[in-house]
């Protein structure tokens, strides 16, 4: 174990030395599962279609990310209406590769943000930007040199939205999985 050891952490270090930064672009594909936080509700997983444009060194990436969520309905019988939400929101992230094999390599990653929301609740409109935040984890299936296959999950928090002339404030977060291509070039 301890010869194992040894020999993927040379293999890791060598590859690292010899290879410079590289950029690649990700466009993404996922389902967003976009809850309101303080209450019990019904949702349902909606579309989030991204891109990435990143740097890579090594075992570490570093990207600025959009994505886009399409329009979340989500309802509570009883306490109010239906709450329809979007979200746009462009994140800063940071990536730890792990590499297990040249194909194989699982990351965990964290990143910060803005998460821009339009929310329709009882026939008014509500529209601003706030901190947004996620952490996740996934695995890089390595094609060739210059093409990989992400897949993997994140944590999403996207803020408090603030509504003018109602009752109550609301918290979003959403748990995302996605799949993309990573072209590096």
Known sequence: MKKLILFATVSFISVSAVAGPRGYIAPRVGLSDVRETAVKDHHEAEFAPGVALGLAHGPLRGEVEYTHITEADIEKD????????????????????????????????????????????KEEDFSGSNFAWNAGAGVGFHLNRNLALDIGMKYV?????????????????????????????
């Open 78 to 121: 009883g306490d109010f209406d239906v709450l329809n939400a979007k979200f746009n929101r462009v994140m800063v992230n940071g990536y730890v590769d792990l590499q297990l094999s040249y194909h194989v390599r699982p990351y965990i990653m964290a990143g910060v943000g803005v998460a821009h929301h339009n929310v329709s609740y």
């Open 157 to 185: 928090d996207l803020g408090e939205v603030e509504l003018e002339n109602q009752e109550k404030d609301f918290s979003f977060d959403t748990v995302e999985t996605y799949a993309g291509l990573r072209f590096i070039f």
